[in-house]
Protein backbone atom coordinates (compact mmCIF):
# COMPACT_ATOMS: atom_id res chain seq x y z
CA UNK A 1 0.00 0.00 0.00
CA UNK A 2 1.15 3.60 -0.67
CA UNK A 3 2.52 5.21 2.65
CA UNK A 4 0.56 8.01 2.67
CA UNK A 5 -3.00 5.90 1.68
CA UNK A 6 -2.08 5.07 4.90
CA UNK A 7 -2.92 8.06 6.52
CA UNK A 8 -5.95 8.35 4.67
CA UNK A 9 -7.17 5.21 5.52
CA UNK A 10 -6.54 6.19 8.90
CA UNK A 11 -8.37 9.11 8.60
CA UNK A 12 -11.51 7.96 7.14
CA UNK A 13 -11.35 4.88 9.81
CA UNK A 14 -10.65 7.59 12.82
CA UNK A 15 -13.38 9.72 11.82
CA UNK A 16 -15.93 7.04 11.17
CA UNK A 17 -15.00 5.20 14.43
CA UNK A 18 -15.41 8.75 16.47
CA UNK A 19 -18.39 9.97 14.35
CA UNK A 20 -20.79 7.14 14.01
CA UNK A 21 -19.78 4.99 16.85
CA UNK A 22 -19.63 8.17 19.53
CA UNK A 23 -22.19 10.25 17.78
CA UNK A 24 -18.57 13.34 18.02
CA UNK A 25 -17.03 14.41 15.45
CA UNK A 26 -13.16 13.85 15.84
CA UNK A 27 -10.95 16.57 17.41
CA UNK A 28 -8.03 14.91 16.55
CA UNK A 29 -6.95 11.57 15.29
CA UNK A 30 -3.72 9.73 16.14
CA UNK A 31 -1.37 8.64 12.87
CA UNK A 32 -1.48 4.81 12.59
CA UNK A 33 0.93 3.50 10.95
CA UNK A 34 4.04 5.18 10.53
CA UNK A 35 5.87 8.67 10.35
CA UNK A 36 4.71 9.20 7.28
CA UNK A 37 3.97 13.07 6.99
CA UNK A 38 1.49 14.19 4.25
CA UNK A 39 1.92 17.43 1.89
CA UNK A 40 -1.41 19.09 2.04
CA UNK A 41 -2.07 20.92 -1.22
CA UNK A 42 -2.25 24.66 -0.28
CA UNK A 43 -4.10 27.52 -2.12
CA UNK A 44 -7.64 25.71 -2.71
CA UNK A 45 -11.30 27.29 -2.00
CA UNK A 46 -13.71 25.33 -1.49
CA UNK A 47 -17.47 26.85 -0.39
CA UNK A 48 -19.18 25.21 2.77
CA UNK A 49 -22.85 24.97 2.04
CA UNK A 50 -25.00 27.55 4.27
CA UNK A 51 -26.38 24.86 5.97
CA UNK A 52 -23.05 22.93 7.45
CA UNK A 53 -21.27 23.98 10.26
CA UNK A 54 -17.17 23.60 9.96
CA UNK A 55 -16.24 21.11 12.74
CA UNK A 56 -12.43 19.73 13.94
CA UNK A 57 -10.81 18.31 11.11
CA UNK A 58 -8.69 15.65 12.41
CA UNK A 59 -5.77 14.45 10.47
CA UNK A 60 -8.01 15.96 7.13
CA UNK A 61 -7.53 19.58 6.09
CA UNK A 62 -11.24 20.25 7.21
CA UNK A 63 -14.87 18.81 8.57
CA UNK A 64 -18.10 19.27 8.55
CA UNK A 65 -21.34 18.02 9.93
CA UNK A 66 -24.90 18.35 8.06
CA UNK A 67 -28.01 19.43 10.07
CA UNK A 68 -29.08 15.74 9.13
CA UNK A 69 -25.51 14.82 11.68
CA UNK A 70 -23.79 13.00 9.08
CA UNK A 71 -20.11 14.06 8.33
CA UNK A 72 -18.30 15.35 5.12
CA UNK A 73 -14.40 15.42 5.02
CA UNK A 74 -11.54 16.68 2.54
CA UNK A 75 -8.26 15.30 2.88
CA UNK A 76 -5.60 16.15 0.18
CA UNK A 77 -1.83 15.44 0.01
CA UNK A 78 1.10 16.59 -2.84
CA UNK A 79 3.45 15.19 -4.43
CA UNK A 80 2.58 11.54 -4.31
CA UNK A 81 2.45 8.70 -7.42
CA UNK A 82 0.57 10.47 -10.30
CA UNK A 83 0.04 6.92 -11.99
CA UNK A 84 -2.08 5.61 -9.22
CA UNK A 85 -5.50 5.13 -10.61
CA UNK A 86 -8.46 7.03 -9.12
CA UNK A 87 -9.75 3.42 -8.61
CA UNK A 88 -7.60 2.08 -6.51
CA UNK A 89 -6.86 5.32 -4.58
CA UNK A 90 -10.81 5.08 -3.77
CA UNK A 91 -9.84 1.33 -2.22
CA UNK A 92 -7.34 2.36 0.01
CA UNK A 93 -9.76 4.23 1.48
CA UNK A 94 -11.67 1.65 2.57
CA UNK A 95 -8.94 -0.56 4.04
CA UNK A 96 -10.07 -1.35 8.00
CA UNK A 97 -13.93 -1.76 6.96
CA UNK A 98 -15.34 -4.85 6.59
CA UNK A 99 -18.81 -6.52 4.82
CA UNK A 100 -17.83 -3.48 1.63
CA UNK A 101 -20.34 -3.50 -1.21
CA UNK A 102 -19.58 -0.99 -3.69
CA UNK A 103 -23.21 0.20 -5.00
CA UNK A 104 -21.98 2.56 -7.58
CA UNK A 105 -18.61 3.70 -9.11
CA UNK A 106 -18.67 5.83 -12.05
CA UNK A 107 -16.51 9.06 -13.37
CA UNK A 108 -18.31 12.31 -12.65
CA UNK A 109 -18.34 15.63 -12.82
CA UNK A 110 -19.66 18.77 -9.78
CA UNK A 111 -18.56 22.27 -11.58
CA UNK A 112 -15.46 21.87 -13.16
CA UNK A 113 -14.24 19.03 -11.22
CA UNK A 114 -14.13 15.31 -12.76
CA UNK A 115 -12.96 12.64 -10.26
CA UNK A 116 -14.37 9.05 -9.43
CA UNK A 117 -17.44 8.89 -7.78
CA UNK A 118 -18.56 5.84 -5.57
CA UNK A 119 -21.42 4.97 -3.17
CA UNK A 120 -20.17 2.27 -0.82
CA UNK A 121 -22.17 0.35 2.31
CA UNK A 122 -19.76 -1.21 4.86
CA UNK A 123 -19.46 -1.70 8.67
CA UNK A 124 -16.51 -0.88 11.01
CA UNK A 125 -16.45 -2.79 14.08
CA UNK A 126 -20.26 -4.32 13.52
CA UNK A 127 -21.75 -1.32 13.08
CA UNK A 128 -22.71 -0.43 9.48
CA UNK A 129 -22.43 3.02 7.69
CA UNK A 130 -22.68 4.39 3.96
CA UNK A 131 -20.43 6.41 2.10
CA UNK A 132 -19.77 8.18 -0.43
CA UNK A 133 -16.62 8.72 -2.10
CA UNK A 134 -14.78 11.34 -4.45
CA UNK A 135 -11.29 11.58 -5.21
CA UNK A 136 -9.84 14.02 -7.55
CA UNK A 137 -6.56 14.28 -8.71
CA UNK A 138 -5.56 17.90 -9.98
CA UNK A 139 -2.06 19.01 -10.77
CA UNK A 140 0.32 16.83 -8.56
CA UNK A 141 -2.25 16.70 -5.76
CA UNK A 142 -5.01 13.69 -4.72
CA UNK A 143 -7.90 15.22 -3.03
CA UNK A 144 -10.55 12.72 -1.33
CA UNK A 145 -14.19 14.15 -0.08
CA UNK A 146 -15.93 11.53 2.12
CA UNK A 147 -19.68 12.05 3.11
CA UNK A 148 -20.07 9.22 5.82
CA UNK A 149 -23.75 8.53 7.73
CA UNK A 150 -24.39 5.61 10.20
CA UNK A 151 -27.30 4.66 7.50
CA UNK A 152 -28.67 5.24 3.97
CA UNK A 153 -27.39 8.74 2.81
CA UNK A 154 -30.57 10.70 1.78
CA UNK A 155 -31.16 12.27 -1.62
CA UNK A 156 -30.72 15.73 -0.09
CA UNK A 157 -27.55 15.13 2.26
CA UNK A 158 -25.58 13.57 -1.55
CA UNK A 159 -26.98 16.53 -3.41
CA UNK A 160 -25.52 18.78 -0.54
CA UNK A 161 -22.27 16.99 -1.11
CA UNK A 162 -22.38 17.67 -4.75
CA UNK A 163 -22.67 21.04 -4.59
CA UNK A 164 -19.85 21.26 -2.13
CA UNK A 165 -17.59 19.46 -4.79
CA UNK A 166 -18.54 21.51 -7.15
CA UNK A 167 -17.56 24.79 -5.11
CA UNK A 168 -14.04 23.30 -5.23
CA UNK A 169 -11.33 25.27 -7.03
CA UNK A 170 -7.50 24.40 -7.12
CA UNK A 171 -4.65 26.16 -9.58
CA UNK A 172 -7.25 28.11 -11.39
Not at 13 to 38: E, H, Q, R, Y
Not at 42 to 63: C, F, I, K, L, N
Not at 87 to 102: A, C, K, Y
Amino acid sequence: MYPVMRHSVSHIVCVLALSICSGAMVNSCAFVGGDVKLERATGYRVTMPQQWSQTGSGEGDSAYRLPSGNVVTLTSSCNRDQKAPLDILTRHLLFGTRSVSVKERKSATFGTNTGLLSRVSAQLEKKPFDLELFVLSKGNCVFDFSLLSPKQISEKDSDSFHTFIGSFQYGN
